[in-house]
């Protein structure tokens, strides 16, 4: 049954793992040199705000790339699912090559275990490997851009630490109990696909932010933690950082009573936080004055944040992993019941 499998799947795996021997290649020959570029600049500017300029350009000009590699490392799972699950068993199933598989003195059992065994572990494999490549070679990137952003924000979360690992194994199981069910290959692969990218994004949106209870708190709005201040029609909207790097659920101002605002009224707006003029020289208006604050805590307002801090990225991967996992497993066993009491 080894034989076996290794030789109905030497195609698809060669495919997928050569052109990760493409990629990790050419991120080892690449990544130095990124290394030394980003070194190399944070060694050389003389001031924090030379610092943080060098930093932004240093992201936007890798950003293509980098993006790019993302992508592949997101993209990777739901190829796996589509094109090593979903015809794994669905093929056989419609080709009728299973009851001669089935007549021989290999069990249903040892079948679908040899073959899910196998083909599940290069799909983690596959997995890993490029988490692996993509991580090592974005590390200057996201040391240059930790103040703005970091790994446990959602886009980028996807692609980095071992969460990828457990989308493969989720994706792989999936769809093979797709084809165990449907039992023809191309609607397997079709809802494998459309069945795994509705997991994706509903994941990031209600599971992810309750695998840990987030963070609450009530601040006041400052110059130093403001984020982004917008004048409609005399009426402000706040947005505040609830720290470096950190994943905000929700962000919203709260009256003296804790009631929430969407909009502040229009005595602040046109007062005190009315947009000033650019500064001489400059085409970019200066930030609000100090009045617009004090205003702020005179009539009230502070801002409710929820959030993750950044800290927080290992062990929601754990528990993310975690979760996939759970669902591998439960539709592995599945497969099993199906594959022994179902098909015939």
Same mark, same amino acid.
Request: aromatic share 10%; glycine share 10%; with cysteine.
């Given at each position: 049954?080894?034989?076996?499998?290794?030789?109905?799947?030497?195609?698809?795996?060669?495919?997928?793992?050569?052109?990760?021997?493409?990629?990790?290649? +050419?991120?080892?020959?690449?990544?130095? !040199? %990124? /290394?030394?570029?980003? &070194? $190399? =600049?944070? #060694?050389?500017? *003389?001031?924090?705000?030379?610092?943080?300029?060098?930093?932004?350009?240093?992201?936007?000009?890798?950003?293509?790339?980098?993006?790019?590699?993302?992508?592949?490392?997101?993209?990777?799972?739901?190829?796996?699912?589509?094109?090593?699950?979903?015809?794994?068993?669905?093929?056989?199933?419609?080709?009728?090559?299973?009851?001669?598989?089935?007549?021989?003195?290999?069990?249903?059992?040892?079948?679908? +275990?040899?073959?899910?065994?196998?083909? !599940? %572990? /290069?799909?983690?494999? &596959? $997995? =890993?490997? #490029?988490?692996? *490549?993509?991580?090592?070679?974005?590390?200057?990137?996201?040391?240059?851009?930790?103040?703005?952003?970091?790994?446990?924000?959602?886009?980028?979360?996807?692609?980095?630490?071992?969460?990828?690992?457990?989308?493969?194994?989720?994706?792989?199981?999936?769809?093979?109990?797709?084809?165990?069910?449907?039992?023809?290959?191309?609607?397997?692969?079709?809802?494998?696909?459309?069945?795994?990218?509705?997991?994706?994004?509903?994941?990031?949106?209600?599971?992810?932010?309750?695998?840990?209870?987030?963070?609450?708190?009530?601040? *006041?709005?400052?110059?130093?933690?403001?984020?982004?201040?917008?004048?409609?029609?005399?009426?402000?909207?706040?947005?505040?950082?609830?720290?470096?790097?950190?994943?905000?659920?929700?962000?919203?101002?709260?009256?003296?009573?804790?009631?929430?605002?969407?909009?502040?009224?229009?005595?602040?707006?046109?007062?005190?936080?009315?947009?000033?003029?650019?500064?001489?020289?400059?085409?970019?208006?200066?930030?609000?004055?100090?009045?617009?604050?004090?205003?702020?805590?005179?009539?009230?307002?502070?801002?409710?944040?929820?959030?993750?801090?950044?800290?927080?990225?290992?062990?929601?991967?754990?528990?993310?992993?975690?979760?996939?996992?759970?669902?591998?497993?439960?539709?592995?066993?599945?497969?099993?019941?199906?594959?022994?009491?179902?098909?015939?």
């Amino acid at each position: 049954m080894i034989w076996l499998t290794l030789r109905q799947f030497r195609l698809q795996g060669a495919v997928v793992f050569a052109g990760l021997a493409v990629l990790g290649a +050419a991120l080892l020959i690449t990544g130095p !040199g %990124l /290394a030394d570029e980003y &070194a $190399a =600049g944070t #060694a050389s500017c *003389a001031t924090e705000n030379a610092c943080e300029e060098f930093a932004r350009q240093f992201v936007i000009e890798h950003q293509a790339l980098y993006g790019a590699l993302l992508a592949i490392v997101v993209g990777l799972p739901g190829l796996v699912g589509v094109f090593w699950g979903a015809p794994l068993i669905a093929r056989e199933i419609e080709a009728g090559t299973h009851r001669l598989a089935w007549n021989q003195s290999v069990t249903r059992t040892r079948w679908l +275990a040899v073959k899910l065994g196998l083909v !599940g %572990l /290069a799909s983690m494999a &596959a $997995a =890993g490997i #490029a988490v692996f *490549a993509v991580d090592r070679w974005s590390d200057p990137l996201a040391a240059a851009a930790a103040p703005r952003s970091s790994r446990i924000m959602p886009l980028l979360f996807d692609a980095h630490g071992i969460a990828p690992v457990g989308y493969a194994a989720f994706a792989f199981a999936l769809g093979v109990t797709v084809g165990v069910l449907v039992r023809r290959t191309l609607p397997a692969m079709a809802i494998t696909l459309a069945v795994f990218a509705a997991v994706q994004v509903a994941v990031p949106l209600w599971v992810r932010p309750h695998l840990i209870p987030p963070e609450r708190g009530t601040v *006041a709005i400052t110059s130093g933690n403001l984020d982004s201040l917008m004048l409609h029609n005399d009426s402000l909207t706040v947005r505040t950082q609830a720290g470096a790097g950190t994943w905000t659920l929700e962000n919203h101002t709260v009256d003296a009573s804790g009631r929430r605002v969407d909009k502040l009224p229009a005595s602040i707006g046109a007062g005190p936080c009315a947009p000033p003029g650019p500064e001489p020289g400059s085409d970019a208006p200066p930030g609000p004055a100090q009045e617009c604050f004090d205003a702020f805590a005179q009539q009230g307002y502070k801002q409710y944040v929820v959030y993750h801090p950044a800290d927080r990225f290992w062990p929601l991967q754990w528990a993310e992993t975690g979760l996939f996992a759970v669902l591998t497993l439960g539709l592995t066993g599945f497969c099993f019941y199906w594959t022994r009491r179902r098909i015939s």
